[in-house]
Nanobody
């Protein structure tokens, strides 16, 4: 059974930075692809980023268009933790951010996301 626990949300002014973390547990979890989605009130859940872990390093990373160049996804802790470094934050980045995982990056990247979800962490960016 895979479990995901997020941390690191909070409030920041526009232009600031936040770092989200998600720790996963379960058999062979380090081989899973891990990613982030976000959902603002009244909107659909939006893909943010996904990464795979291979040979002790972040092997693959893909980003949603709205965060490219500002957000960086990475793995740590032997692949069990995924970080999302968010820089140059904008008010439109305000949302609940969810950690997501599945066996492949393609599974995470599909519209409904992968099979496993964290509980979500709130990020609020004020103007």
């Amino acid at each position: 059974q895979v479990q995901l626990v997020e941390s690191g949300g909070g409030s920041v002014q526009a232009g600031g930075s936040l770092r989200l973390s998600c720790e996963g547990s379960g058999d062979s979890f380090s081989t899973y692809a891990m990613g982030w989605f976000r959902q603002a009130p009244g909107t659909d859940r939006e893909f943010v980023a996904v990464t795979r872990w291979d040979h002790g390093r972040t092997y693959y990373a893909e980003y949603g268009d709205s965060v490219k160049g500002r957000f960086t996804i990475s793995r740590a802790n032997a692949g069990k933790t995924v970080h999302l470094q968010m820089n140059s934050l904008k008010p439109e980045d305000t949302a609940v951010y969810y950690c997501n995982a599945d066996l492949s990056s393609a599974s995470v990247r599909r519209p409904g996301g992968g099979r496993y979800w964290g509980q979500g962490t709130q990020v609020t960016v004020s103007a």
